[in-house]
């Protein structure tokens, strides 16, 4: 009886430590769309285009990562590399999109259009994956499409054109997902992470030299900060979910929305309206529903066929 209670209260310890350190990785990634935001925007200084944005979130995590890299020593050997550049591709135009559109809308916004990205890779692994869709995510997807339509409010006054930019975002992070689904099958995380940041980090200084503007001091720094916050938030993203139940800790991932309104209203005085908190509410119920049943279908003992 006490072996059963030691083991119980382990296993609730690891998934408190769990939650919270989904919790930390949730507050940094809200916070690369925030330092995009403001580079985006200028302040003092000239405003960074997108592209030499996104270039700076890619070589500075790459940077972070060939540390660890140095230490850990990830071997290369066997590295599917046409999934790999298909994927980085992919994450380059995701990431590419959602800092600029969060540069014209608020980022509680722009970050709940952008967690469309697993309706998107729902439809895509039916396709791709053989996967079978059952009628609780499809309800979810249903839910989520709503959550968007109400958020960005077509044909309204309210809407803004930088809200299909975030939807570029979710369409190529849905299908970046595909692809690391494909990934995670047969190579360690640490190879993707690594090898995804330096093909990103090349073909995004490539594009930002297209539009390149000397970047101030101040910049530079928010710049490094925010490859090294992505980088973090990927880490501990990735460590949140080796030490509990993905169903458990994947919804505490949508407190990104939290952290990303907070952060506005902080900085910019920026106050989500109605429509804006319920579109963002939907979509975020429709994704935790299609996280709680990938897991169900993940966990569930795979059906043996009689001799």
């Known amino acids: 009886m006490s072996s059963a209670t030691d083991t119980r209260g382990q296993v609730g310890r690891r998934s408190l430590v769990a939650v919270a350190i989904m919790l930390a990785s949730s507050a940094l990634i809200a916070l690369t769309t925030l330092i995009a935001k403001v580079l985006g925007l200028g302040g003092g200084a000239s405003a960074l285009h997108p592209l030499q944005i996104s270039a700076g979130r890619f070589f500075f995590a790459f940077l972070v990562l060939a540390l660890l890299a140095s230490v850990l020593r990830p071997s290369l050997t066997g ?4 999934l790999h550049v298909a994927r980085s591709a992919c994450g380059w135009i995701g990431i590419t999109c959602l800092f600029a559109a969060a540069s014209k809308i608020p980022l509680a916004s722009a970050t709940a259009i952008g967690f469309l ?3 998107v890779t729902v439809a895509l692994a039916i396709v791709f994956l053989s996967e079978r869709v059952g009628v609780w995510r499809w309800s979810a997807v249903a839910i989520a499409v709503v959550g968007a ?23 190529a992070m849905g299908i970046e997902s595909i692809l690391i689904k494909k990934l995670t099958r047969r190579e360690p995380a640490m190879r993707i992470l690594l090898i995804n940041n330096c093909i990103g980090a090349t073909v995004a200084l490539a594009a930002a030299s ?21 980088a973090g938030g990927q880490a ?7 030490r509990g139940d993905a169903s458990y800790v994947t919804p505490i991932f ?11 209203l902080a900085l910019f005085g920026v106050v989500p309206d109605g429509p804006a908190l319920a579109g963002a509410g939907l979509i975020a119920v429709g ?8 897991e169900r279908v993940r966990a569930r003992p795979e059906e043996v066929p009689p001799a």
């Not at 590295?79 to 046409?82: C, G, I, P, V």
């Not at 297209?210 to 992505?230: K, N, T």
């Open 236 to 242: 501990l993203f990735i460590q949140a979910l080796m």
């Open 149 to 171: 339509f109400v958020l960005i409010r077509p044909g309204t006054e309210a809407f803004h054109p930088a809200a299909l930019l975030a939807l570029a975002a979710a369409l």
């Open 79 to 82: 590295a599917r590399w046409s």
């Open 254 to 264: 949508y407190s990104t929305l939290v952290y990303a309104a907070l952060y506005d």
């Open 210 to 230: 297209l539009v390149w503007v000397a970047p101030s001091p101040e910049q530079w720094a928010l710049l490094a900060l925010l490859g090294v916050a992505m």
């Open 287 to 294: 994704v935790c529903i299609i996280a709680f049943r990938q």
């Open 117 to 119: 990205s697993p309706v």
